[in-house]
């Protein structure tokens, strides 16, 4: 709902009769229910975009990779393991091993900073 419907909607609570207002607060609801839910999908989609920069961080330093070629990885095993990719990011920490998930798809020519 626009914020120009919203403004309609307080207005006609002013001047109006009882079935005016009753729609009146029932698009306000509508209004406010969307409004919270869009506002935890943002915040999801935060945490998701996080966590992944936090593994694509984690890959790169790890095995010398471009922070695209580390996303590239990650999203690859995600899809062969029919994985969700914020699922696998999850399992992607510093100072942790690399997800089984990941470790055949790490070329094996480049070894783990870890093991150096």
Known sequence: ??????????????AGTAEEATTAVGRLLAVTEAA????AQLEQALKTRV????AKGVLAERYGL???????LIRGAARSNRMKLHDLVLKIRPGESTPEELGSLVREDQPSRADV
């Open 1 to 14: 709902m626009t914020e120009e419907a919203q403004l309609e909607a307080i207005e006609s609570l002013r």
């Open 36 to 39: 919270y839910e869009r506002r």
């Open 51 to 54: 966590a992944i920069e936090q």
């Open 66 to 72: 471009g922070f695209d070629e580390a996303f590239e």
